[in-house]
């Protein structure tokens, strides 16, 4: 059974950065998508995005050119750095394994707002 660990979520101004991360535990991290989901209020789950085994990204159209998924294989961790953050971007953040997820976090917020 894997365990995903979130951390780096919290309160941020408009524009500003943050990186979230996530550490896997178990074995044949590599093999794995691992993916970056968020849910805001009243609205569904979304994907952020994701990143194969390959190192092929995938990303919601609303964070293009902001948001960037990388992996660590080594360390098993996947992040998520943000730039540009706007206030839409206020959402719990979860981090999943496989694309669609297998296995989910249990979630950090993020909240932008002035």
């Known amino acids: 059974q894997v365990q995903l660990v979130e951390s780096g979520g919290g309160l941020v101004q408009p524009g500003g950065s943050l990186r979230l991360s996530c550490a896997a535990s178990?074995?044949?991290?590599?093999?794995?998508?691992m993916g970056w989901y968020r849910q805001a209020p009243g609205k569904q789950r979304e994907l952020v995005e994701g990143?194969?085994?390959?190192?092929?990204?995938k990303y919601a159209d609303s964070v293009k050119g902001r948001f960037t998924i990388s992996s660590d294989n080594a360390k098993k961790t996947v992040s998520l750095q943000m730039n540009s953050l706007k206030p839409e971007d206020t959402a719990v953040y979860y981090c999943?394994?496989?694309?669609?997820?297998?296995?989910w976090g249990q979630g950090t917020q993020v909240t932008v707002s002035s």
């Open positions: 178990g074995s044949n991290f590599s093999i794995y998508a």
């Open positions: 999943t394994r496989g694309l669609p997820p297998r296995s």
């Open positions: 990143i194969t085994s390959g190192s092929s990204t």
